[in-house]
């Protein structure tokens, strides 16, 4: 998939320092035992690499997954941009390791490269020789196209509960990240010696991630058609509970079909919403002047309440990510209703009354793809006030094809990838989130507009201003609810909802409508 410009070409131009992805690796060094799942975990190197270009560090998986990743190359087309390391500081080496590999001998050694003044190194070597690797092994990187990097999630090791100093490897990001920050993910990984007193015996990070110093060009970046054809490739399937009575709508629907504006101090003179918004207001802080609510009509009330499925519509947020080396497409999902939630105590599911309920409600699913080649990393899923990572292989795709599939928890709508019960709280107690496949399917490729791009002149619709609550604060309070459901529970029972009401995060009680998507924190900046 190939444009204009660099979108899809196989390489990124950052100011000087041409990069490229590579996916396909040499086998350099395992180990078998360690790290997650004491599956141990696996070094390589990049291969083959284009001519011209220089290795920046190697790459490192853990063995409890099949092989999923990459790592950057580089190519200076100025001058001066990359040097080699001065020397190499070993960093580690399994010859005094705890760890045990039972089908080989060969030790394995990491190195750190010294980078000369004025430039930094990107990642690490490994080899299985005591002897240091050449100094052309590996390149730095002049450090005006540098940034600071911060981990990211341990591959392997002896972990921080180790009570002895040993040898922990992560994964790196850039620091800032989000549709402003120019830091650039390289695929290296850092390793470090950790402490038996707090795990981190480095306070400074020994590494450095890349910075696209191009970045304000977003010649990376799809263009609209390209845009159009990656949703169509890749857009969600999202499967409802068969249970599901809260489903979504498109916001001119809900509009359309009685939604009201009420203002502070005139509650008894609400307003009605026009189709596309236009009459809600525009932008300033969320200070509880404005909100949204359901009609007054039961009739019309309880239209609203169960969504439109078959006419929905889906809202994409077009995102530059780590240094615009990757696009992220939110996918936003409006209800205009979150129902109520159901406590499992054990064997016993207890219904939550009216707490979890709350009119207004946006779900969102991110598909994170490379802007060297078009491919699909990586799919962010929300659930509640938080979500989950997951590497395309890991997902489910629908018959074959490309299409994500996932499914949104009964009632509440989080967002999981796969069907089955999560608990929201912990061990046999908490709060359901149950999904299932069924005939109530929304396919998001079929309806969705573009309603915000960082590299395109989009015309957002009135409500993505909209600043405000999408829904009212309740009158009854949380400790009238909880009453109600302990007086029902006996013993064991009332002891386990007490405890549970202790645990569960505050978005659960009561009930006060969403800001909408712009007001949320990924909106700007990168996912948790």
Same mark, same amino acid.
């Given at each position: ?91 580690w080496s399994s010859e005094s390791s705890k760890f045990k590999n039972t089908n080989t001998n060969d030790h394995g050694y990491i190195w750190l490269p010294i980078p000369p003044e004025g430039y930094k190194a990107l990642g690490h070597v490994v ?133 009201l504006l009420y203002q502070k101090g005139q509650e008894s003179n609400p307003s009605t919403i026009e189709p596309n918004g236009s009459n809600l207001p525009q932008d300033g802080p969320n200070d509880g002047a404005y909100w949204l609510d359901l ?104 018959? %074959?094809?490309?299409?994500?599939? !996932?499914? $949104? /928890? +009964?009632? =509440? ?7 089955? &019960? #999560? ?55 949380? %400790?009238?609810?909880?009453?109600? !459901?302990? $007086? /029902? +529970?006996? =013993? ?7 405890? &549970? #009401? ?27």
């Open positions: 998939m190939t444009g204009t410009g660099d979108f899809g070409s196989g390489y990124i131009d950052l100011g000087g320092l041409k990069v490229c992805q590579i996916v396909t690796f040499n086998k350099v060094w395992a180990i078998d035992e360690g790290g997650l799942e004491n599956l141990g975990a696996t070094f390589y190197e990049p291969s083959p690499i284009p001519d011209g270009f220089s290795m920046f560090g190697c790459y490192c998986q853990p063995n409890n997954k099949p092989l999923f990743g990459w790592v950057l190359v580089g190519k200076d087309n100025v001058g001066e941009i990359l040097k080699n390391p001065i020397d190499y500081t070993l960093v080899t299985t020789s005591p002897e240091k690797p050449a100094l052309d092994k590996i390149q730095c990187v002049r450090s005006d196209l540098t940034d600071d990097l911060e981990v990211e999630s341990w591959v392997w090791g002896q972990g921080k509960t180790s009570k002895v100093n040993g040898i922990n490897v992560h994964s790196v990001r850039p620091r800032e990240r989000g549709v402003k920050a120019q830091g650039v993910s390289v695929g290296t990984f850092l390793a470090r010696i950790t402490s038996d007193k707090d795990g981190e015996s480095n306070k400074t990070l020994s590494l450095a991630c890349l910075k696209n110093n191009k970045f304000d060009t977003f010649s990376s970046m799809p263009n609209l058609s390209q845009i159009q054809a990656l949703f169509e490739q890749y857009s969600p399937i999202i499967y409802f509970h068969p249970k599901e009575k809260y489903l979504p709508s498109s916001v001119n629907w809900c509009f359309a079909n009685g939604a009609p007054i009509d039961e009739k019309d009330k309880e239209k609203a309440i169960k969504g439109d499925l078959l006419n929905s519509e889906v809202y994409l947020h077009i995102k530059p990510m780590l240094g615009a080396t990757f696009t992220d497409i939110a996918v936003w999902i409006f209800y205009p209703f979150n129902g109520p939630g159901t406590a499992k105590l054990g064997l016993v599911d207890v219904p939550f009354g009216k707490i979890g309920e709350h009119v207004g409600d946006w779900e969102h699913v991110t598909l994170r793809i490379s802007n060297f080649n078009g491919v699909l990393y990586k799919v962010y899923v929300s659930q509640h006030s938080g979500g989950t990572w997951l590497d395309a292989p890991q997902v489910e795709f629908q018959n %074959g094809s490309n299409k994500v599939v !996932i499914y $949104s /928890s +009964l009632n =509440g709508h989080a967002i999981y990838h796969k069907p089955g &019960l #999560v608990l929201q709280g912990g061990g046999e107690i908490g709060i359901r989130n149950d999904t299932a496949k069924s005939n109530l399917v929304l396919d998001c490729g079929k309806n969705y507009s573009i309603v915000a791009a960082e590299n395109l002149e989009i015309i957002a619709p009135a409500w993505l201003n909209y600043t405000r609550e999408w829904g009212p604060k309740l009158s009854y309070t949380l %400790g009238d609810e909880v009453k109600k !459901i302990e $007086s /029902s +529970l006996k =013993g064991n029972l009332k002891g386990a909802f007490e405890k &549970l #009401v202790k645990v569960l995060p505050n978005e659960v009680y009561g009930e006060e409508g969403p800001t909408g998507p712009k007001m949320k924190g990924n909106w700007n900046g990168d996912e948790v």
